[in-house]
C-alpha cells in the first residue's frame, strides 16, 4: 500500500496534462483552422496548422 498515494498523484497529474492539452488545443483550433484554410489556397504553403497535423 506504500505506492498507493504515489499512483494517486501520478493519476492526478495525467488528469491535469489532459486538462492542460484540451486548453492548449480549444485556445489555438481557430489558428490551426486559418491556417489550414491558406494552405488549401496555396498548396506550395506549408502553415502551422499542417505542420502540427503531421
Known sequence: MEMLP???Q???WDRRAKVL????ISRYENYWQRDSLYAAADPNLL?????WCL
Open 6 to 8: 504515489h499512483i494517486n
Open 10 to 12: 501520478l493519476i492526478e
Open 21 to 24: 492539452i484540451n486548453e492548449i
Open 47 to 51: 502553415s502551422h496548422g499542417d505542420f
